[in-house]
């Protein structure tokens, strides 16, 4: 899966949290990206078994789709506090710069931070 469709999908996550029922039109709008496209990334998403479409528009994960998301939105959690606490860098920036890691480094990596974070007490 390419970083757009997992960014999508974290997007569809954290807002299922925050209000429940989630919409294209939400994503468009957490993501400032056109209505279209944001069709467009749904009608893939759904083609390849992570989501599925109510009749009234309603997006829901589906177990695949969940547990991307879930993975992708973990890794974003954790390396954005790994940069903030450890590096000690701005929280904006942290949050801005586990956005761009947390889709290309590898398992190993990512695996050895977190057991590093939790040695320090710093797992979120």
Same mark, same amino acid.
Request: hydrophobic fraction near 35%; aromatic fraction near 6%.
């Given at each position: ?11 569809? +996550? ?43 528009? &309603?997006?829901? +994960? ?39 890691? &947390? ?22």
């Amino acid at each position: 899966m390419y970083e757009s469709g997992e960014n999508y999908l974290e997007t569809i +996550l954290i807002l299922k949290e925050k209000q429940g029922l989630v919409r294209s039109i939400d994503i468009a709008r957490a993501l400032n990206f056109s209505k279209p496209s944001v069709s467009r990334a749904m009608g893939i998403l759904r083609e390849n078994g992570y989501i599925v479409m109510e009749p009234g528009g &309603e997006i829901e +994960l589906t177990e695949k789709g969940q547990k991307k998301a879930d993975g992708i939105y973990e890794r974003h959690k954790l390396l954005t506090e790994f940069l903030h606490r450890v590096s000690g860098v701005d929280p904006r920036v942290a949050e801005e710069d586990a956005c761009k890691m &947390e889709h290309i480094i590898s398992d190993a990596t990512f695996q050895g931070i977190k057991e590093f974070m939790k040695q320090m007490g710093e797992e979120p």
